[in-house]
C-alpha cells in the first residue's frame, strides 16, 4: 500500500491559493495566506463576513491543512452600506422565511454591522441554521451566537446510540476511531480523522442528535495517520 507524503508549508500554501482561486464566493486578490508548521493565517479586507468565512472554508477543505487562524478585515468599501436598522430588518426577514428556524425564539441585535443572536431552539442544527441564514445579508459584518439549546430529559444511552448509529451511516471508518463521552446533553468528542471534512461529518453526526445540548469538539486532525 503506497504512504501519503507529508505536504511542506509551501506546497499548503500554494494549494490553498489555488482553492482560493477556485472558489466563486472569494476574490483570491484580497485575501493573504501564510502557512507554518500546517497552520494557515489568512489575512486581507473583504467586502462582507460572508466571503471571510468562505476564505475561512476554502482553506480548510485543503488536505494537510490543520488549523485556521482568520484575521481578515471586513469593511465596506466608500459608502457606509446598509444602516443597522436596514441590517436588523434584514435578519429578521431571513430568520422567518428559513423553514428550518424557529424565528419567533430568536433574538436580534445590530450594533455597527455586528450580529448577536440569542434565545433557545430545540436542536444543535437549528442554532446553527440561524446563523447561516444571516451571515451572508449585506451589511453583516460579524455573528455572535449566544442561541442556547432548550434543555432535554433524554436518557444518555439514546443519545450515544443516536450518535454512534449517525457516524456509522455517515463516516463509517471513523466511528472506529471517536470518542463519545455524554455528560447531561454535553457530548464530548475525541479521537482522530484525517482531514477537515471527515471531521465535520463526525461533529454534524453529534450536533444532529436530538438532545445535544453542546458539542465540545476536541478531535485532532491528522492527515497522513495510518
Known amino acids: 500500500m503506497s504512504q501519503t507524503i507529508k505536504k511542506s508549508d509551501s506546497d499548503i500554501k500554494q494549494y490553498v491559493l489555488r482553492e482560493l482561486n477556485w472558489d466563486t464566493r472569494v ?3 484580497e485575501v493573504g495566506v501564510e502557512v507554518d508548521r500546517g497552520t494557515v493565517t489568512l489575512t486581507g479586507t ?11 472554508e476554502a482553506a480548510h477543505r485543503v488536505i494537510g491543512v490543520q488549523d485556521v487562524a482568520n484575521q481578515v478585515q471586513v469593511r465596506w468599501p466608500g459608502s457606509p452600506g446598509r444602516t443597522d436598522t436596514e441590517v436588523a ?8 422565511w428559513d423553514v428550518f428556524v424557529p424565528e419567533e425564539r430568536i433574538q436580534s441585535t445590530v450594533s455597527e454591522g455586528f450580529v448577536t443572536l440569542e434565545g433557545n431552539v430545540d436542536y444543535w442544527s437549528q442554532r446553527e441554521d440561524a446563523e ?27 443519545v450515544r446510540r ?13 466511528a472506529k476511531r471517536i470518542n463519545l463521552d455524554i455528560r447531561d446533553g454535553r457530548v464530548i468528542l475525541s479521537g ?12 454534524g453526526a453529534a450536533k444532529g442528535t436530538p438532545g445535544v445540548r453542546l458539542v465540545d469538539d476536541q478531535i485532532k486532525i491528522e492527515p497522513y495517520a495510518a
Do not use: F
Not at 473583504?46 to 475561512?56: I, L
Not at 430588518?89 to 422567518?96: F, G, I, T
Not at 443516536?162 to 457516524?167: D, F
Open 27 to 29: 476574490d483570491e486578490t
Open 192 to 203: 482522530k480523522v484525517r482531514s477537515w471534512a471527515e471531521k465535520e461529518t463526525v461533529v
Open 89 to 96: 430588518r434584514a435578519v429578521r426577514q431571513s430568520l422567518e
Open 46 to 56: 473583504v467586502t462582507s463576513w460572508a466571503k471571510k468565512m468562505a476564505a475561512q
Open 132 to 158: 447561516r441564514s444571516v451571515r451572508n445579508l449585506a451589511g453583516v459584518r460579524g455573528v455572535t451566537n449566544k442561541i442556547e439549546i432548550k434543555p432535554s430529559m433524554v436518557n444518555p444511552t439514546d
Open 162 to 174: 443516536s450518535i454512534e448509529g449517525a457516524l456509522e451511516r455517515h463516516a463509517e471508518r471513523e
